[in-house]
C-alpha cells in the first residue's frame, strides 16, 4: 500500500514523513473517489490513511466535514479487498466521537463479526463496540458473548478487550457475561487467559472477597500466560496493601512461589512485587533480592537494567539487604550500557562502605559526561543521601558535586546539584564556607535565575554568620551590576541582611544600597529604599521584624483581606492579626527566592485549605462574629473505625475566644437515613459549649457535616488541654434500599464516639523565623519566664526533641531539631504564633544524665500564650 524503508533508507534520511505537508481540505476532497465504481482498494486505502494521519495528528475536522467522509466511506464495504476492509475498521473507530449517524454501519459491522472470514472478526468486533452506546448493547449482547468463547483467539481477545472498555458505560451489562470470561479464562491462548483474566477482575473489583477467591482459584490451578500470572502477582500485592495483612496468608505465598517461574517476566514482576510491598522486613526481601542478584548477570540488557533499577529501589530504604550484591553491581558499573552503569553506581553509593567513597567517586568521573541528565540527576539524589550517611567524607563529595556544576547541563540537573550542595551545608556545621564559595562562584556565570535567587537567599541566611563575611558582598554586588531585575533584587535583599546582622560592615552596605536606589527596575529600586531606611535606623529590633524574618502571613490571605478591606471602609486601621498565617514554614523562603515572581502569576489565586474553611464556617449563621480563623487541624481524627456503620471525622477549627469541632459524617447503612444529627460534647476543662449546628439529613453514603461552637475557658484561661466525650444523637428512619424513600416517622437514637483531644498545638500555628536570635530581640524580655522540668520517661535527645517539637505544635528554628549539639546537651529553638496573633518563641536547654532534664525559656509580646505553655509541659 504504501512504500516501504528499510533501516538503511531511515538512517541515511530516506525515509522522510510522505504525509508532512497534507493538507485536510485537499485530503476530504480526495476522498469523493469512494464515490466512484468500480472501488480502487489501493488508492482509496491510501486516502484512509491520510485521513487518520491527519486526525493522530490532532488536526481538527468540523462534524459536517466528518459526517460526510464517514458515509462516503461506508460505500467502502462493497469492497471485498482485506487491507481496504481493515482500514475501513479503523477509521470507523476514529471517526465515531466526531462523526454523526454512526450507527449506520452497524448491520455491516454486525455481519462481519458473525461472518466466516476470521480476519474480519475480531476488527469487526472492537469498531462495533467503539460506535456502540448503553442502549444498544443488549442488542448485540448476544453475539458478544458468542465472541468471548470463540475458538479463533483473535476473535475472543478482541470481544474480551472490548467488554473491559465497555464496563465504564455498560457495567450491568457486561456484569452478565462472567460466566463466558470465566470459560475464555481456561483457554490454551496466553493472551486470551491474560484479557479475560483481565475483564474478572476489573468487573470483581470492589468486591474483596470475589478478588481473593479469584486470586486463589487461578494460582491453586495454575496458569499457562506469563502475562496472566504478572497480572494476578499485580492483583494479589494490591490487595495485600489494602488489608494490610501479614506475609503469612496465600497471596504472599503465591507471589513468593512466582519467584521460581520459567518465565524471566513472570520473575522479575514477583521480585518487583515484594520488593514494593510497604513494611517488608530484610527477611522477607532476602529472596525477591537473591533473583535481582541472578538478573545482574543475565546477557540481556533489559534484565540487567530491571535489576539494578530494582535494587537501587530497595537500597533506599533497606541498604543492608542489598550488600550481598556488592560484587555484582561494582561489575555492571563497567556496563556498555551507560543507564545500567549509573544505576549501579547510584546503588552502590547507597550501600557501599565510607572507605569505598573514593574510588566510586572516580569510577563515576569517567563517564559522566556520557550520560544524559535525567541519569546525572540520580546520581545527584545518591550523593545526597551519602552525605547524611558518611557526614566526615562531605569534604570529597562537595568537591566531586561543584565540579558537576561548573560542567554543562539543564536546569532540573544544576537545581539538583544545588539542593545537595545546600543539604550539605544545612547538615554539617563544617562544611558551609567552602560549600558558600563554590556556589558563589557558580553565580558568576549561572543562567537560570530560580538558582541564582535562591542561592543569594541563603547567602544572606548564612553568609553574615561566617568567620569573614565580607568576603561575599563581592559576589552579591556583582550581580546588581550584571544581572537582569529579578536576581539585582535578590541581591538587594541578602545585602541588606549583612547588614542588618553585622555593625561593622553597615556604612559599606548603605553605601551599595544608595546606589541601587538609582535602579531602573521598580522592584529593586523599593527595596533598595525600603532597606535603606530600615538600616539607617540602627534598630535591632526593627531590622529583625522587617528584614531578618519578615512576614508570617499568607501573601494570597493578605492580599484578600486587603482587598475586602477597600471594599469595606473603616475607621479601624487594617489589623495584620486578621490575615491567616502562611501554613507551610517554606512559604516565605519561596517568597524571598523568587522576588518578583509575584508580578508574573496570574490574578486568581488557589485558596488554602484553611481559606476554604474559612468560608465554609462564615457562611454558618451561628458562627457570625467569632473573627478570623486562626488555625485548623492539619488532619481530621478519626473517632470511629472505618468498618462501623457510622464513619465520623473531625476536623478542629481555633478562633480567638472560641473553637468550631467540624465532624463529617457518613452513614454507610443503605435501609437507614438519619435526620438531625449532632454531636454532644462534655468537656473534662472549663470549655463551654454554646450550641450545636445538626446536620439535617445522611442518606446512604452521602457525606454530611454537623458542628459544635464551644468557648475557651475564660475563669482559668491556661486550661487549655481538654478532652470531650462525645456522643452522636440523631433520628433513624428506615427506608427502601432501592430508592432511599422513608416509610416511617422515625426514632431517637445515639451512638458513642471516641473521645477527642484538645492540646496546647491546637492553638499554636507554626512559623519560620529564619534568624531566632533576632526574632527573641525583637519580641524582648517583658514577658519572659523560664522553668526546668525533667522528662522522666524519655532516655535520648533524639526522643525528646521530637516529643517537644510534636507536643507544643511550634516550628523548629535553624535546623535545631536535626543535629544534636553535643552527646549530652542540645538547645532547641521553637517559633510559633499564639491564637489572637501573639508571637510565641521559646528555646529549650536539654541536658541528658540518667533522664532528660529541660530548661525551658518562653518570649511573647503578651503574657497568656507563656503561661499557657509553661503549664502545658508542667
Known sequence: MLKKFDKKDEESGGGSNPFQHLEKSAVLQEARVFNE??????????????????????????????????????????????????????????MSCIAEDVIIVTSSLTKDMTGKEDSYRGPAVRALCQITDSTMLQAIERYMKQAIVDKVPSVSSSALVSALHLLKCS???????????????????????????????????????????????????????????????R???RQLEEEDGSRDGPLFDFIESCLRNKHEMVVYEAASAIVNLPGCSAKELAPAVSVLQLFCSSPKA???????????KVAMKHPSAVTACNLDLENLVTDSNRSIATLAITTLLKTGS?????????????????????????????????????????????????????????????????????????????????????LCEFIEDCEFTVLATRILHLLGQEGPKTNNPSKYIRFIYNRVVLEHEEVRAGAVSALAKFGAQNEEMLPSILVLLKRCVMDDDNEVRDRATFYLSVLEQKQKALSAGYILNGLTVSIPGLERALQQYTLEPSEKPFDLKSVPLATTPMAEQRTESTPTTAAKQPEKVAATRQEIFQEQLAAVPEFQGLGPLFKSSPEPVALTESETEYVIRCTKHTFTAHMVFQFDCTNTLNDQTLENVTVQMEPTEAYEVLCYVPARSLPYNQPGTCYTLVALPR???????CTFSCMMKF???????????????????????????????DHIQKVMKLNFEAAWDEVGDEFEKEETFTLSTIKTLEEAVGNIVKFLGMHPCERSDKVPDSKNTHTLLLAGVFRGGHDILVRSRLLLLDTVTMQVTARSSEELPVDIVLASVG
Not at 189 to 203: P, S
Request: aromatic share 8%.
Open 37 to 94: 465504481t468500480p472501488i480502487n482498494p489501493r488508492k482509496c486505502a491510501h486516502i484512509l490513511t491520510k485521513i487518520l494521519y491527519l486526525i493522530n495528528q490532532g488536526e481538527h475536522l468540523g462534524t459536517t466535514e466528518a459526517t460526510e467522509a464517514f458515509f462516503a466511506m461506508t460505500k467502502l464495504f462493497q469492497s471485498n479487498d482485506p487491507t481496504l476492509r481493515r482500514m475501513c475498521y479503523l477509521t470507523i473507530k476514529e
Open 731 to 761: 433520628t433513624v428512619k428506615d427506608c427502601d434500599p432501592t430508592t432511599g424513600e422513608t416509610d416511617d416517622e422515625g426514632y431517637e437514637d445515639e451512638y458513642v464516639l471516641e473521645d477527642l483531644e484538645v492540646t496546647i498545638a
Open 354 to 438: 565510607e572507605g569505598s567513597i573514593d574510588r566510586l567517586m572516580k569510577q563515576i568521573s569517567s563517564f559522566m559526561s556520557e550520560i544524559s541528565d535525567e541519569f546525572k540527576v540520580v546520581v545527584v539524589q545518591a550523593i545526597s543521601a551519602l552525605c547524611q550517611k558518611y557526614p566526615r567524607k562531605h569534604a570529597v563529595l562537595m568537591n566531586f558535586l561543584f565540579s558537576m556544576l561548573r560542567e554543562e547541563g539543564g536546569f532540573e540537573y544544576k537545581r539538583a546539584i544545588v539542593d545537595c550542595i545546600i543539604s550539605i551545608i544545612e547538615e554539617n556545621s563544617e562544611s558551609k564556607e567552602t560549600g558558600l564559595s563554590h
Open 171 to 233: 457495567f450491568d451489562v457486561v456484569k452478565r457475561w462472567v460466566n463466558e470470561a470465566q470459560e475464555a479464562a481456561s483457554s490454551d491462548n496466553v493472551m486470551v487467559q491474560y484479557h479475560a483474566l483481565g475483564l474478572l477482575y476489573h468487573v470483581r473489583r470492589n468486591d474483596r472477597l470475589a478478588v481473593s477467591k479469584m486470586v486463589g482459584k487461578f494460582t491453586r490451578h495454575g496458569l499457562r500466560s506469563p502475562f496472566a500470572y504478572c497480572m494476578m502477582i
Open 302 to 312: 533489559a534484565l540487567r537494567y530491571a535489576a539494578v533499577r530494582t535494587l537501587n
Open 715 to 721: 475563669e482559668d484561661p491556661t486550661a487549655v488541654a
Open 235 to 237: 492483583v494479589a500485592s
